[in-house]
């Protein structure tokens, strides 16, 4: 028995070995016995780490340090210094009387035998089939009912024929033609009358467009928000995809919190956090007076569960607010604000119409 035998039967039946005859007995092994020893392990015990799980197989001894620039430059002289290839002939004729002479002929594909089935399925209209154009098939799977292949208009037009005409689907299908959407003219308030106009309170002042006006300056979006403050004739304010951040903002809400008139607020595609959304709900609810606030598609995409919770709890305490655009994550919110929502809205038109209590 040789002694790498005799170590791994003691390894392997739990032997207690002295650690001092263990190193007496390896100083005794030879370096072949050695290797046998060290490559003895499981490569699929994926407990182990790689290096112990490979024998390194190299012997030759290294070179110098590892350089990669070097490497990647022999790499490269040894693919330029290599042959390619050659694993394309050039094509040589031969003589008609050659008898190594391939005759060229066109490929074609290979031919199917149809069984019986097949071929008792085929019939006249197979050959008119492959004749017909495409505005042809096209009236065809009309007439036969397969009006997944038309569009709504190609279909209705097919209706109208037939009640006019009595033939139905009489002229060939087309297309709808695109039809050019103009776009929308631009915002023309006037930023600078409007703005005078909520400072001196001006009567005719109803209702505030300053929707999509890209170029108005931080100081005269707060300077409208400031006016708010006395302004007691003002009822709609539109503010959406105005460059708005959270320094107006918060001048709204205080602006918000003084005002006992304005009704509907909308400030969508701005960059307004959840925090001075929440600011601008308690502004909001402390006069109710605003019944429609919208304020969706901001920088921050999602309000968060804890801004969410506070937006609940500031809805459920107004009584007045009857539209509230904001898109919500959990469905939580949704169902609890769109119920308490509602329940404004009925309690509202339970009022108009005199009915007290809860019906």
């Known amino acids: 028995m040789s002694d790498v035998e005799f170590l791994q039967r003691s390894t392997s039946k739990d032997v207690d070995v002295d650690l001092e005859n263990l190193d007496d007995l390896l100083a005794q092994l030879t370096a072949e016995e050695l290797d046998e020893l060290n490559g003895d392990f499981d490569p699929d015990n994926s407990f182990l780490p790689p290096s112990e799980r490979m024998k390194s197989q190299t012997d030759k001894s290294p070179s110098g340090p590892f350089s990669r620039k070097k490497l990647l430059d022999f790499l490269e002289k040894k693919a330029k210094d290599e042959k390619d290839w050659e694993n394309i002939k050039q094509y040589v004729k031969k003589a008609p009387g050659d008898s190594n002479d391939v005759s060229e002929k066109p490929w074609k594909p290979k031919e199917v035998k149809k069984t019986k089935e097949e071929e008792e399925i085929d019939t006249e209209w197979d050959d008119i089939l492959q004749q017909a154009t495409e505005d042809e098939l096209v009236d065809l799977a009309a007439v036969l009912g397969f009006h997944g292949m038309l569009n709504q208009t190609q279909f209705y037009a097919s209706e109208r024929d037939e009640k006019l005409e009595g ?6 299908a087309k297309s709808e033609q695109l039809r050019v959407i103009p776009f929308e003219p631009p915002n023309m ?46 009822e709609i304010l539109e503010m959406a995809s105005v460059a708005m951040t959270d320094r107006v903002a918060k001048k709204l809400a205080e602006g918000l919190s003084e005002n006992k008139t304005l009704k509907k607020l909308n400030i969508e595609s701005n960059f307004v956090t959840g925090e001075l959304i929440v600011e601008i709900l308690k502004a909001i609810n402390v006069h109710k007076t605003c019944t429609e606030f919208r304020a969706a598609n901001q920088k921050q995409e999602v309000l968060g569960n804890k801004i969410e919770t506070k937006i609940i709890k500031l809805v459920e305490e107004n009584e007045k607010l009857m539209t509230l655009g904001l898109a919500f994550e959990f469905p939580e919110t949704r169902v609890k604000v769109t119920a ?19 019906v």
């Not at 033939?167 to 060939?172: K, N």
């Not at 809205?345 to 005199?354: E, I, L, P, S």
């Open 340 to 358: 308490k929502l509602q329940d404004n809205y009925d309690q509202t038109r339970r009022n108009r119409v005199g009915i007290k209590g809860d």
């Open 167 to 172: 033939g139905g689907f009489a002229g060939m």
């Open 189 to 234: 308030t006037d930023v600078e009358e409007s703005l005078q106009k909520i400072k001196d309170n001006d009567s005719s002042l109803k209702h505030l467009n300053l929707n999509n006006i890209k170029n108005i300056s931080f100081e005269r979006l707060e300077a409208i928000c400031e006016g708010l403050k006395t302004n007691t004739n003002l």
